[in-house]
């Protein structure tokens, strides 16, 4: 019995390419990933260090695919987030961001 799973893999900002794969029922995560030719296509090398999740959930190697499943490959973030928030707040200011931005004219600060 066969399965298909769409492998997606997002290899840029904004770029995101999809595979849909046919596989043996049973199949893991990594045997996905080793009968995928777009990994060798852009060099990815699937291991123990690949971050893979399935739905948006984090799942292992071992992870038992089902049918329907998209499987995901995630880049390392290269900033933190946090980190990224705070220096994007700290060029706007204060005044030009957030809920209290807009103001009508006379009214009271905060609201």
């Given amino acids: 019995m066969l399965i298909r799973v769409t492998l ?6 904004r770029k995101v390419q999809e595979e849909a794969l046919s596989l ?6 990594l ?8 990994l060798a ?3 990815v090398v699937a291991g123990p260090g690949l971050e893979c999740g ?3 959930r984090k799942v ?7 049918d ?3 499987l995901e490959l995630y880049r390392p973030l290269r900033v933190d987030p ?9 060029a706007q200011g204060a005044g030009a961001a957030g809920l209290f931005a807009r103001r009508r004219a006379g009214a009271k600060q905060g609201y």
Wanted: hydrophobic content about 40%.
């Fill in 8 to 13: 997606v893999l997002s290899p840029g900002p």
């Fill in 24 to 29: 043996a029922a049973g199949c893991t995560v």
């Fill in 31 to 38: 045997q996905a990933l080793q009968s995928s030719a777009m």
């Fill in 41 to 43: 296509k852009h060099g």
């Fill in 54 to 56: 399935v739905w948006g």
């Fill in 60 to 66: 292992d190697g071992a992870h038992v695919l089902s």
């Fill in 68 to 70: 329907g499943d998209r």
């Fill in 82 to 90: 946090k980190v990224a928030r705070r220096a994007r707040f700290a």
